[in-house]
């Protein structure tokens, strides 16, 4: 740390991203990236992109602003595109949380909400999930704050229902209820078409799962007209070339094939289905998951095992070191193949356990 740290920062807990490891080939089974390649057109619109890259994107983004509202079924004005999910969240806490509108999120959750609460001295409090991790609406209604629910949550995998969320939206319109979908194409149903009806109602999706667009850095939010011009206020006040050239043309190409991610998704969801009855069978706990990924533990091993263990053989998942779910893992769904290998080398390790 230099001297000329601000003091606001000097005590900050940055969030801790996933490994992205160089050093050798693992099954990468630890970020929630797809292991599908982004659309065939994606590819061509980005080299065609390229040509015009001495120019600055267009900061409306209107072309990739439109394709996302239809795709939505909301109108343009109902969109602001983003770079990364990450970025929408990072404005709507600027926009709307201070010292008199703190946060509300639960204490298993992703954990960027606490990071970015703590960096904008947003007060913040965690509401415990049950025992079984499931949201309960009620200990939310009642108390202040903008609340932030990840729907289906992460890593828990799992999905509360919209009607759930509606409760908690009507309970209090004074309130603003972000609901961020960044698994909901894994078998969840979305909250979108609610904008229409409840102005405290702002959803965040992003391109990294569904799409295979993590490394493009591409999410957006959608809600009334208001919320979104607040947000542009502050994108406009930071960073107004947020979306860049590239990145733009393959989102764009990639909402023109929406079929071709829709496979993916159905491939990821049988895939998921798979990784959850072997590892039952195993003996594991596993979640009743709605996204890319499972969340794990097996009663009397630690988690810390399995994930070196795993590591060891070549098989990267994560881990929290985080009370409660210390014991697990979240393993993201990959190919067929993956997960085969997955469960060989989880047999391994019970088989050894009970030997
Ligand atoms: N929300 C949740 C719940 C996530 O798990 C992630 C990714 N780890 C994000 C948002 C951010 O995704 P991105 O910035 O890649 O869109």
Redesign the pocket.
């Known amino acids: 740390m230099s001297v000329f740290l601000s003091e606001r920062f000097s005590s900050l807990t940055p969030y801790v991203p ?1 490994e992205q490891p160089q050093d050798k080939k693992y099954i990468k089974l630890n ?2 990236e797809s292991p599908f390649p982004p659309a065939p057109n994606a590819i061509d619109a980005v080299s065609r992109a390229v040509e015009r890259l001495a120019l600055y994107p267009d900061p409306e983004q209107k072309a990739l602003t439109e394709k996302t509202a239809a795709l939505c079924g909301v109108g343009f004005e109902n969109v602001l595109m983003t ?7 990072d404005f709507a806490f600027t926009a709307f949380c201070d010292t008199n509108s703190p946060a509300l999120f639960a204490d298993i ?2 954990g ?1 909400y606490k990071v970015y609460a703590e960096w904008k001295h947003v007060p913040f409090t965690e509401i415990p999930l049950n025992d079984d991790f499931t949201l309960s609406v009620d200990d939310y209604i009642g108390k202040k704050g903008a609340v932030f629910i ?1 729907n289906p ?3 828990t995998g799992l999905l509360l229902p919209v009607s759930e969320i509606e409760r908690l939206l009507r309970a209090d319109a004074s309130r603003l209820v972000v609901v ?1 979908e ?2 909901i194409d894994f078998g969840g149903e979305t909250v979108i078409p609610l904008i229409k009806e409840y102005c405290n109602l702002l959803v ?1 999706r ?4 569904s799409r295979s667009m ?1 490394g493009a ?3 957006f939010a959608v809600g009334c007209k208001a919320l979104i011009d607040d947000l542009k206020q502050i994108k406009y006040s930071s960073n107004p070339f947020n979306v860049n050239a590239l990145t733009a043309a393959a989102g764009i190409a990639s909402l023109e094939n929406d079929s071709y991610n829709a496979e993916n998704c159905r491939t990821i969801c049988e895939n998921r289905e798979y990784t959850i009855r072997e590892l039952r069978k195993t003996g594991f706990f596993v979640t009743d998951s709605k996204t890319n990924f499972v969340f794990a533990k097996k009663p009397n091993v630690s988690g810390k095992y399995i994930y070196e263990t795993l590591k060891q053989n070549g098989i990267l998942v994560r881990r929290f070191d985080t009370p409660r779910i210390d014991d697990y893992v979240r393993i993201t769904v990959g190919t067929k193949e993956q997960m085969k290998t997955l469960i060989s080398e989880i047999k391994k390790i019970t088989e050894a356990q009970n030997a």
């Open positions: 996933g970020t929630n770079n990364g999910s990450d970025e929408a969240l959750t992703y960027f990840a949550n992460a890593p961020d960044a698994y965040i992003t391109f990294s799962k993590a850095r591409l999410g």
